[in-house]
């Protein structure tokens, strides 16, 4: 899985950057990320975290030094395994 070009091209398929996506200067961030994989004995929690991370940071062209707090969460979901995120200011 290429996570870096799945986000570059659901960033190219919209029209414009909603203000959703857009990330003020200098705001501290927080990453919640939610992996649900086939089977809870498949992989680590952390192990797509720098991935992903990296990814997000270069789709938005933000320097991921600005991400302050993480959560993880693994979970399992055999029919449709996925990874959800949220990225949000933070104090």
């Known amino acids: ?11 190219a398929r919209r029209n414009s950057i909603s203000s959703t996506l857009r990330v003020p200067d200098r705001s501290r ?13 498949r992989r680590d929690i952390d192990g797509g975290l720098k991935i992903t991370q990296d990814a997000l ?3 938005l062209g933000i320097n ?9 969460r693994k979970e399992v979901d055999a029919v449709t395994p996925r990874m959800e995120l949220s990225l949000r200011v933070t104090d």
């Open 29 to 41: 961030l927080a990453l919640d990320l939610r992996f649900y994989f086939v089977s809870g004995l």
């Open 57 to 59: 940071c270069e789709a």
């Open 64 to 72: 991921d030094n600005r991400i302050v707090e993480v959560t993880l």
């Open 1 to 11: 899985m290429h996570v870096g070009q799945e986000l570059l091209c659901l960033l």
